[in-house]
């Protein structure tokens, strides 16, 4: 089985009722769900917004090869009524990003693991420090506390 690190947020619509939706549907089409972040509402990244967002990580097993994954999350998005209307940051229902799958480093033209960004992003590293510390990210050969601790991301990050 593979381990794999999803970062699950949106701003719009009902927060809470949404994130457990996307969980409900990843347990269904990608796999059990093995361990869950608290949620956290965070700040916006990369554009304004009034609305803040809900954020957190799980972590799953999946027998699913990583473009299967990434297929599965953008459905799922689809299903909650993600709409992509740029390439800008922008507010949305849901947006499914998978962080890590097992210590692979993939680079390929739609996808791209571990995340390009998660490093730079308060939001995706608070929920990742607490439930999986001593991680190490596979290219920086840095634990995720380290990443943490080394952020310069002032972005407002709180458990709800």
Not at 68 to 89: F, H, M, P, T
Not at 93 to 113: P, Q, R
Not at 138 to 150: G, V, Y
Request: overall charge neutral; glycine content about 4%.
């Amino acid at each position: 089985m593979n381990k794999v690190f999803l970062l699950l947020g949106g701003n719009l619509g009902n927060r809470f009722s949404l994130i457990k939706m996307v969980k409900k549907r990843i347990e269904k089409k990608i796999g059990m769900i093995e361990k869950e972040s608290s949620i956290y509402e965070t700040t916006p990244w990369g554009f304004e917004s009034k609305q803040n967002f809900l954020n957190q990580v799980v972590v799953i097993s999946t027998s699913q090869m990583p473009k299967e994954v990434l297929k599965l999350c953008l459905e799922i998005e689809d299903e909650l009524g993600r709409k992509r209307k740029s390439n800008q940051y922008e507010s949305r229902t849901m947006d499914i990003d998978i962080l890590f799958y097992n210590d692979d480093i993939i680079k390929e033209n739609n996808l791209i693991i571990p995340h390009p960004k998660l490093h730079e992003r308060r939001f995706t590293l608070e929920p990742l420090v607490e439930i999986s510390p001593d991680y190490v990210h596979p290219l920086f050969n840095r634990t995720l506390h380290d990443l943490l601790a080394e952020s310069n991301d002032n972005g407002v990050v709180k458990k709800v």
